[in-house]
């Protein structure tokens, strides 16, 4: 992750905001009063839904039993052919 100050951010706001967007790569912003990130839309959206959807207590247990299941368990016998 980048990090510049905020002197920098306010010189160079379009240069890092594509930066951003371009590298998908978040920039740290320091200030005084503390840190701020920024972040693409489209990662923000991910962080959002990855929050709802892990608060969901059934999605969440669904979810861990997917990381723990073998990938041999995963495959169907009925696979589709192209």
């Given at each position: 992750m980048q990090c510049v100050t905020v002197?920098?951010?306010?010189k160079d706001?379009?240069?890092?905001?594509?930066?951003v967007l371009y590298f998908n790569e978040p920039v740290k912003v320091r200030t005084k009063n503390g840190n701020a990130v920024i972040i693409?839309?489209?990662?923000?959206?991910?962080?959002m839904t990855m929050l709802y959807t892990s608060s969901?207590?059934?999605?969440?247990k669904t979810i861990?039993?997917?990381l723990h299941t073998p990938l041999s368990d995963c495959v169907s016998e009925n696979e589709v052919s192209w």
């Open positions: 002197t920098h951010l306010r706001l379009f240069a890092l905001l594509h930066y693409s839309e489209d990662d923000y959206n991910t962080l969901v207590p059934y999605m969440r861990i039993e997917g």
